[in-house]
């Protein structure tokens, strides 16, 4: 229940193109979820992160689409760039109730490379 | 604020070995966790601390490893007589609350390599 399903698990796009990395959670207890950013060598940093009383944020080109319902939850990068080449997580959390720790259980990641 | 410190960044022991990591969390955050991330692999979760309180373990945390936050700063991770197993980039994370508008945020790591 607690685990985070994240694809695809590589994704090659052409710079200008869409890049979309999908994830599902089984846990209906959760309710924040962040997506991070990791290069090589460096600690994961928060991109964008949704609650699940929204269906759709955006910041700049990144977009997360949630669907409570399905249970899943997906990241939308409009026109990719090669700096955006990185890997990828989808994370989920607990954060109500006093009891809640607030860990993050992680995907498995989406290497992610734009080609020029 | 640099944010979150760890330290060292790489760490190469031998099997059998002690080795010890140190975090520094952003200053005045006072929740702190520890994560394992693997090769390939997303960070799975391991300690929380609130304040100098060990509040949470997962059950990946055998008797070989042990953390400590004494005064609710800084924090360690000790692991005990090294195995290959431990193998693996350790990340500190730290946070002000827990509520859904507070982020975490990561160290650069520890990365461990058991030979």
């Known amino acids: 229940q607690q685990q985070v399903k994240q694809s695809p698990q590589s994704l090659i796009v052409q710079k200008g193109g869409i890049s979309i990395i999908n994830c599902a959670y089984e846990?209906?207890?959760?309710?924040?979820f962040p997506w991070y950013q990791q290069f090589p060598g460096k600690g994961p940093a928060l991109l964008i992160a949704i609650r699940p009383d929204v269906s759709e944020k955006k910041e700049g080109r990144f977009t997360i689409s949630f669907n409570k319902s399905a249970k899943q939850f997906s990241l939308h990068i409009m026109d990719s760039q090669p700096g955006d080449s990185a890997t990828y997580f989808c994370a989920a959390s607990n954060r109500e109730g006093s009891s809640n720790t607030g860990k993050l259980i992680f995907g498995q990641g989406t290497t992610l490379q734009v080609k020029p | 604020d640099t944010g979150v410190s760890q330290d060292p960044r790489h760490k190469i022991t031998k099997r059998g070995q002690n080795v010890t990591f140190r975090c520094d969390p952003i200053s005045e955050h006072n929740r702190l966790y520890w994560y394992r991330q693997t090769l390939g692999q997303g960070p799975e979760f391991l300690t929380y601390?609130?304040?100098?309180?060990?509040?949470?373990k997962s059950r990946l945390l055998s008797d070989r490893f042990s953390a400590e936050r004494p005064k609710g700063s800084f924090s360690t991770l000790e692991i005990q007589r090294t195995e290959q197993g431990d193998s693996a980039m350790y990340l500190c994370?730290?946070?002000?609350?827990?509520?859904?508008?507070?982020?975490?945020?990561f160290g650069q790591g520890t990365r461990l390599t058991v030979v």
């Open positions: 601390f609130q304040n100098e309180a060990q509040l949470e």
């Open positions: 846990n209906t207890a959760f309710d924040y």
């Open positions: 994370a730290s946070s002000p609350r827990r509520d859904m508008n507070t982020e975490a945020f």
